[in-house]
């Protein structure tokens, strides 16, 4: 390279070595490094393993020999297998409208003026905040059979005569842990939507409110078309999020009763760690993965359509 | 916005509120209130006459002691310090620098790597965790928090580079232009121009990771196995719990004292906090 030939250069002038530096190309190339070594060794690696784990019959300390597809076969013949999947589809589904639906009335009740208004915001981030693990186990304790206070609280509402055994029917323990994640996902929702409505001039619905609309009218018409490319991002990705949880059910339910509240990712824990079937434990895993890459996809493409406009 | 007679704001805007807010932090009161509850009021069952669910006349300090004296919690308080900082460290730096390249540089590939970066930052770490705990233990980096602090940065080095890009595009290419007119090279434009404009960004994306290494559970209950490597939410969801007992005193304390390291990081950037937030999903 011409530059790096120059040997003399003017006191205070650039190393040879951070010349370098100045062609664009090295610099990115530099920068990048870090990042790209770390998310190849423990995203891109841990990925191929887990396929190339998913087709043999490896458990902890024995290696396994390749048995194609069989782990995928067991799996979808094994009903607690089954079970998981119409769980977690289940689990997206419900907690992903009613996080939606609370979370925009919060968000709606929030982007008002009112005294204590930064402060209540900060409160009402805790759930989202604090560890979920050290939370869920303030709600298992709270749905405790015995010791339970909902079931007090319900009793003197009059709603209930005798105790309800929260996470002992399978039911009602999954209802419990739709619960705690619509609770710890509702002021994700609430504080990313308000910054979305944030950015929506209050001039426009004035100007509708003018006009005649009513308040149903304006937020129909006015307030959820512009606010739509902020709730398609968060809805996707609290999707993925919620899709592979793992948190919340391994410590309410621990997959029981009877393993009926397994989700993809706990049934994976039991199967791959629990009883050291490491190979099947990663073709559960993976098994996620179709339904992710779908709604990676839908959000890349929606990113670039909005990007365009 | 809402207009009219007054019950209306009642109706609207002060029960809802109230609701939303009863909803949101009673397990909070619930988890105070259990860590300073004596045993004996504490497995009192609901139905009996002297339940007595929101307050305590006598509250004691037995179970933080027995957490501090009993148990290993402040060697875990330490753990998650320690793995936490570390790794938000490391992101940082690899999040500002990466950020910088692809916001900022021409180079071959820059808009397809941007993508790859940012699908990384969707893959969650349940998808990974077992071919991932088999390469820790080859790597014989299992049972340490190296195990932790180098794996942790792949779920936030993703976000801190998407939330940096978005920071670096809103500086001015003439600042750093002017810089190299006066004799600045490339490195030292980044580095005294355009990275101190981003500060806020920094602190953003420090913030949002801190919190995130802290809370996380899975890789650190797959990866570590002796008591005294774990992290907080990993030893208090191991150890407090023998078979089928709950020593639900001294989890609730833990799962207090737990939370107030991120509470108190997070109370002093709550703006900081929301913009990376926002800026997490936004991109």
Request: aromatic share 16%.
């Amino acid at each position: 390279m011409a530059i790096a030939e120059t040997r003399i250069y003017m006191p205070g002038a650039p190393r040879p070595r951070l010349r370098l530096l100045e062609d664009e190309r090295w610099l990115a190339f530099v920068l990048l490094v870090p990042t790209l070594a770390l998310l190849g060794m423990f995203i891109a690696y841990p990925f191929v393993r887990g396929i190339l784990l998913s087709v043999t019959n490896a458990r902890v300390g024995v290696p396994g020999e390749f048995v194609g597809l069989a782990n995928f076969y067991k799996i979808f013949n094994d009903g607690i297998f089954r079970t998981s999947v119409y769980n977690t589809f289940v689990y997206t589904g419900v907690t992903t409208v009613f996080k939606l639906a609370l979370g925009l009335w919060l968000a709606m009740l929030l982007n008002r003026n009112f005294r204590g208004k930064a402060f209540t915001r900060a409160f009402i981030l805790l759930p989202f905040i604090i560890p979920t693990v050290l939370s869920t186990f303030a709600w298992k304790w709270m749905f405790d059979p015995t010791f339970s206070v909902l079931n007090w609280l319900l009793y003197h509402l009059g709603l209930i005569t005798g105790r309800i055994n929260w996470l002992g029917d399978p039911d009602l323990a999954m209802i419990s842990i739709i619960i705690v994640n619509i609770w710890r996902g509702v002021p994700f929702f609430a504080i990313s939507l308000l910054a979305g409505l944030q950015t929506i001039s209050p001039e426009l619905s004035e100007a509708a409110a003018i006009d005649g609309a009513k308040p149903l009218q304006r937020f129909w018409y006015i307030t959820w078309p512009l606010l739509l490319p902020v709730t398609m991002v968060v809805v996707l990705f609290s999707v993925i999020q919620t899709f592979a949880d793992f948190q919340i059910v391994y410590v309410m339910t621990g997959g029981g009763p009877a393993n009926a509240t397994h989700l993809f990712a706990t049934y994976a824990y039991q199967i791959g760690i629990g009883t050291g079937i490491l190979s099947e434990g990663a073709a559960i895993s993976l098994a996620m993965f179709p339904v992710l890459f779908l709604v990676v996809i839908i959000q890349l493409l929606y990113i670039r359509r909005v990007e365009v406009r | 916005m809402i207009e009219g007679a007054r019950w209306r704001k009642w109706v609207f805007f002060y029960v809802p509120m109230a609701l939303f807010l009863l909803f949101l932090l009673f397990p909070f009161y619930w988890m105070v209130i259990t860590s300073v509850r004596p045993d004996g009021e504490l497995y009192r069952p609901w139905n009996s006459i002297n339940y007595n669910p929101f307050w305590t006349w006598k509250p004691t300090w037995d179970h933080v002691r027995y957490l501090f004296e009993e148990t290993l919690f402040a060697s875990w308080l330490w753990n998650t310090t320690f793995i936490a900082t570390l790794s938000t460290a490391i992101s940082l730096v690899c999040g500002v620098f990466a950020g910088y390249a692809l916001s900022r540089l021409n180079f071959p590939f820059a808009g397809s790597l941007g993508t790859a970066i940012f699908i990384t930052y969707l893959v969650p770490q349940t998808l990974l965790f077992i071919p991932l705990a088999e390469i820790i233990r080859n790597y014989r980096l299992g049972d340490t928090p190296w195990s932790l602090i180098l794996t942790y940065p792949t779920f936030l080095i993703p976000f801190c580079t998407w939330l940096m890009m978005g920071y670096f595009k809103a500086v001015p290419k003439e600042l750093e232009e002017c810089a190299r007119i006066d004799g600045a090279s490339r490195w030292q434009a980044m580095l005294y121009i355009v990275i101190p404009v981003a500060i806020p960004g920094i602190l953003s994306a420090g913030i949002f990771a801190f919190t995130l290494s802290w809370n996380e559970f899975i890789y650190a209950l797959v990866f570590l196995s002796s008591p005294q490597q774990k992290t907080v939410p990993v030893g208090v969801t191991s150890e407090l719990i023998r078979g089928d007992v709950f020593f639900w005193g001294p989890l609730m304390a833990g799962a207090l004292l737990g939370s107030i390291p991120v509470a108190i990081a997070y109370s002093f950037f709550v703006e900081h906090y929301v913009a990376g937030l926002t800026g997490s999903v936004k991109g």
